[in-house]
C-alpha cells in the first residue's frame, strides 16, 4: 500500500509531461503552419494571416506599380511637318543637278520641280524641289555636301499632333451625325417637307466630311514626306553692259 501511494506522484508527473509536450506539439501545427487548409467553421485571426501575407502582398503592389507607371510619349510617333531651303554653290552646275537627283533617289524621294538659267555671266543657277521621307530627312541634308558647297541653310519644323487629333475628333462627330440622318431619312412615316430638310442637312454634313478628311490626308502627307527647295549657282562675278565687272559698278554707285 506504502509502495502505491509513493508511485502515484511519479505517475502524476509523467502525465504532466506528456501533457505539456502534446500542447507544444498542437500549438507548432496549428499555428505556424498557416498554410495547412482550415477546417470549415474555424476562424483564423486577420493580424496574423496579414503579417504572413506582407512580403507577398508588397511584392505583388510593387508588380503592379510597375505595370501601370505611364512611360514618356514617344516623339516619333507625333506629327512633324519639316521643310527647309538651302544655297549650294558649285563649279559644274550640270554635275550637281544629276548627283542632287542621285542622292533624292538613294534616300527614296522625289523631285517635284526644278529650274535652271543663265545669268548675265554666262553661269548656269537654278532651283531643285525634292521631297524626301520624314525619317530620312536629316541623313538627306548631310548627303547634299556631296553635291557643293553649303552656303546657306534653314529648316522649320510643325508640330500638327493637336490639330490631328481634333480633326479626327469632329470627324467621329460627323459621321455619326450622318448616321443618326441617315435612320431618319430611312422612316417610312417621315413627310416629303421631312425628308427634303434631311437631305439638306445630310448633303452639308457630307461635305464638312469630305472637307475634313482632305485636311487630314494633307497633314499625314505633308508630315510623311519633308520638302526641301535647294538653290544652286555656279560662283561668278557680276557683269555689266559696260564690261567694267560688279567692283566697277559698285565704285561707282
Sequence with gaps: ?????????????????LFFSGCSKKNDTGFNDLSAPVPEGTSVDPDI??????????????????????????????????KG????????????????????????????ASSSKLNAAGKKQGSISARVPASNFDSFLKSLAA????????????????EYIDLTARLNTQRELEKRLLDLLNTKTAGLSDVVDVEEKLSAVR??????????????????????????????MLQTASGSGF???????
Design 147 to 162: 553635291a557643293g558647297d553649303i552656303i546657306s541653310q534653314n529648316i522649320s519644323g510643325d508640330d500638327v499632333t493637336s
Design 85 to 112: 531651303t538651302i544655297e549650294l554653290e558649285t563649279e559644274n552646275f550640270s554635275g550637281a543637278e544629276n548627283k542632287i537627283s542621285d542622292i533624292v533617289k538613294e534616300y527614296n524621294g522625289y523631285v517635284t
Design 207 to 236: 461635305e464638312k466630311i469630305e472637307s475634313t478628311e482632305g485636311r487630314m490626308n494633307f497633314l499625314k502627307n505633308q508630315s510623311a514626306y519633308s520638302t526641301l527647295n535647294i538653290s544652286l549657282y555656279e560662283p561668278s
Design 247 to 253: 567692283l566697277y559698278e559698285l565704285e561707282n554707285s
Design 1 to 17: 500500500m506504502k509502495n502505491l501511494i509513493r508511485s502515484i506522484p511519479a505517475v502524476t508527473l509523467s502525465l504532466l509531461i
Design 49 to 82: 494571416s496579414n503579417r504572413s501575407l506582407g512580403n507577398s502582398g508588397q511584392e505583388i503592389n510593387n508588380r503592379t506599380f510597375k505595370s501601370v507607371s505611364l512611360d514618356n510619349p514617344n516623339l516619333s510617333e507625333r506629327m512633324f511637318i519639316r
